[in-house]
């Protein structure tokens, strides 16, 4: 067949299918094709016992499982192949795949030809997980069925069927699931920034953002594509946009949502209505005014009003996420705040720029490939002390040698780490801020595992929060 064909849900049955990664968003992709009559396969490099794997239930609902290693063999008979965003292109499995002709697409790509509602979705290099919960919010203030979806947590394949068409389902995007993409077409879709990230996956920077570009790729005019204000290189992507075009930032704003020095504005026509001051906005900083801008221009991207007196209120209580500038508690008077999600210098330099005094930054982990020395003037202005961990240690304590900032090494003892900021923060009278800016991979299962180790040694002392 080819990948065209599929777009009817019925068109599936029968179809012989193997699902490339068998973690979250494979499972789920692998369910969601068996119900509707596909002859799937599921495999993985990793055994059960390590993916936490129900065999049982998977085979009950009519999967296949081939467990402990990708094989040529499990490729044969295949029409399709669905893959995982954590298998890189230059996977020998994937390459076998295009050899033999069989098509590859994402468990996005899938997942979107199975939705009654529109979608929303969301990429970029930071931020993208605030701004799809903050739309939900918004969209729920409206009284619409919402689910939120995609890197943010449950894959799209668990809640696509789920939404009817009145609703909405908000999609948190990365580049990796954009790499397999052929008809994904949100009616509402922003790019929110770019910064160099994946670029061990990417050859270049521009490569990296024409894959984020590809967000945009089906749109037409009847929607609406959400860029920021002020970043060349992302205007010359999207330059030949076929969507309505909205913006955000803090400039001047003709359609979309100005962030002024007191107020959030809708610029229509550049005409501006304040929509309510920064001040009562329920997350603050300067990226959070960005991440709410965002999430106002695509919920006029879906017809709502961003007006709408309901909106304005649920703007006033959004909920933020774990582990993003997430205050974790208090103990002796010293906050602690988890910034876990800060797995590159962009994220870090998003935390340094929130706080408007000294602060003891807990920083380090498996590094990205670069950022790390343009962050050194404002390591100087925003941190009293370095608490140096992981892998990332000596490279940040060379990167920051010229800010004048005392350094303290923790090693791989998380725990003494930890410890020895609070015991620091005490003296300085500063917060603790765990924001790593690198990956957690030498230390923990992921950035998750990292925040919530954090927490619960600071609820272990008696924070609360």
Same mark, same amino acid.
């Given at each position: 067949?080819?990948?065209?064909?599929?777009t009817d849900t019925e068109s599936w049955r029968g179809r012989r299918v193997v699902v490339l990664g068998m973690a979250r968003?494979?499972?789920?992709?692998?369910? /969601?094709?068996?119900?509707?009559? !596909?002859?799937?396969?599921?495999?993985? *490099?990793?055994?059960?016992? +390590? /993916?936490?794997?129900?065999?049982?239930?998977? #085979?009950?609902?009519?999967?296949?499982?081939?467990?402990?290693?990708?094989?040529?063999?499990?490729?044969?008979?295949?029409?399709?192949?669905?893959?995982?965003?954590?298998?890189?292109?230059?996977?020998?499995?994937?390459?076998?795949?295009?050899?033999?002709?069989?098509?590859?697409?994402?468990?996005?790509?899938? %997942?979107?030809?199975?939705?009654?509602?529109?979608?929303?979705?969301?990429?970029?290099?930071?931020?993208? $997980?605030?701004?799809? #919960?903050?739309?939900? &919010?918004?969209?729920?203030?409206?009284g619409k069925p919402a689910a939120v979806v995609g890197n943010v947590g449950r894959a799209l394949s668990e809640e696509v069927?789920?939404?009817? !068409?009145?609703?909405?389902? =908000?999609?948190?995007?990365?580049?990796?699931?954009?790499?397999?993409?052929?008809?994904?077409?949100?009616? $509402?879709?922003?790019?929110?920034?770019?910064?160099?990230?994946?670029?061990?996956?990417?050859?270049?920077?521009?490569?990296?953002?024409?894959?984020?570009?590809?967000?945009?790729?089906? &749109?037409?005019?009847?929607?609406?594509?959400?860029?920021? @204000?002020?970043?060349?290189?992302?205007?010359?992507?999207? $330059?030949?946009?076929?969507?309505?075009?909205?913006?955000?930032?803090?400039?001047?704003?003709?359609?979309?949502?100005?962030?002024?020095? !007191?107020?959030?504005?809708?610029?229509?026509?550049?005409?501006?209505?304040?929509?309510?001051?920064? +001040?009562?906005?329920? @997350?603050?900083?300067?990226?959070?005014?960005?991440?709410?801008?965002?999430?106002?221009?695509?919920?006029?991207?879906?017809?709502?009003?961003?007006?709408?007196?309901?909106?304005?209120?649920?703007?006033?209580?959004?909920?933020? @996420?774990?582990?993003?500038?997430?205050?974790?508690?208090?103990?002796?008077?010293? $906050?602690? =705040?988890?910034?876990?999600?800060?797995?590159?210098?962009?994220?870090?330099?998003?935390?340094?720029?929130?706080?408007?005094?000294?602060?003891?930054?807990?920083?380090?982990?498996?590094?990205? &490939?670069?950022?790390?020395?343009? @962050?050194?003037?404002?390591?100087?202005?925003?941190?009293?002390?370095?608490?140096?961990?992981?892998?990332?240690?000596?490279?940040? *304590?060379? %990167?920051?040698?010229?800010?004048?900032?005392?350094?303290?090494?923790?090693?791989?003892?998380?725990?003494?780490?930890?410890?020895?900021?609070?015991?620091a923060a005490k003296r300085l009278g500063a917060p603790v801020v765990l924001s790593p800016g690198c990956a957690s991979f030498?230390?923990?299962?992921?950035? *998750?595992?990292?925040?919530?180790?954090?927490?619960?040694? =600071?609820?272990?002392?008696?924070?609360?929060?």
């Amino acid at each position: 067949m080819t990948t065209r064909d599929a777009t009817d849900t019925e068109s599936w049955r029968g179809r012989r299918v193997v699902v490339l990664g068998m973690a979250r968003s494979g499972r789920a992709v692998a369910r /969601l094709l068996a119900r509707h009559g !596909a002859r799937v396969r599921g495999t993985d *490099e990793k055994d059960a016992l +390590a /993916l936490g794997l129900d065999t049982g239930l998977l #085979t009950a609902e009519g999967v296949e499982l081939r467990l402990g290693g990708f094989r040529p063999e499990d490729l044969a008979g295949m029409e399709l192949a669905v893959t995982s965003p954590g298998i890189p292109k230059t996977a020998p499995v994937l390459e076998l795949a295009l050899r033999l002709g069989i098509p590859v697409l994402s468990e996005l790509e899938v %997942a979107a030809r199975f939705a009654r509602a529109p979608m929303a979705a969301v990429t970029g290099t930071n931020g993208k $997980s605030t701004t799809v #919960t903050v739309l939900g &919010q918004l969209v729920e203030a409206l009284g619409k069925p919402a689910a939120v979806v995609g890197n943010v947590g449950r894959a799209l394949s668990e809640e696509v069927e789920s939404v009817p !068409a009145e609703g909405v389902l =908000v999609v948190e995007v990365s580049s990796y699931q954009l790499e397999d993409v052929e008809t994904f077409h949100p009616r $509402s879709a922003a790019l929110l920034n770019l910064a160099p990230d994946h670029l061990d996956r990417y050859d270049s920077l521009d490569h990296y953002l024409a894959t984020k570009v590809r967000i945009f790729a089906r &749109q037409g005019r009847v929607d609406t594509a959400v860029l920021p @204000l002020g970043d060349a290189r992302i205007d010359a992507a999207a $330059s030949d946009l076929s969507a309505r075009l909205l913006r955000f930032g803090r400039g001047e704003v003709v359609d979309g949502v100005r962030i002024g020095d !007191a107020n959030l504005c809708w610029c229509e026509r550049g005409s501006r209505h304040p929509i309510l001051p920064l +001040a009562e906005l329920s @997350l603050q900083g300067p990226h959070n005014h960005e991440n709410f801008a965002a999430a106002l221009c695509l919920l006029a991207g879906l017809g709502l009003d961003p007006l709408e007196p309901r909106v304005v209120e649920a703007l006033r209580r959004a909920r933020g @996420l774990p582990h993003r500038l997430e205050p974790v508690g208090e103990v002796e008077g010293v $906050s602690f =705040v988890n910034d876990s999600k800060a797995t590159n210098p962009d994220s870090l330099g998003v935390a340094l720029r929130a706080f408007p005094g000294p602060i003891v930054l807990i920083a380090g982990g498996r590094p990205k &490939q670069s950022g790390y020395h343009e @962050l050194a003037p404002l390591v100087a202005a925003s941190v009293a002390l370095v608490v140096l961990i992981g892998e990332a240690a000596p490279l940040l *304590e060379e %990167a920051w040698a010229d800010a004048g900032v005392p350094f303290h090494h923790g090693g791989t003892d998380f725990e003494a780490a930890v410890r020895g900021a609070w015991e620091a923060a005490k003296r300085l009278g500063a917060p603790v801020v765990l924001s790593p800016g690198c990956a957690s991979f030498d230390m923990f299962r992921d950035y *998750e595992d990292r925040g919530d180790r954090f927490r619960a040694l =600071v609820r272990s002392w008696g924070g609360k929060g």
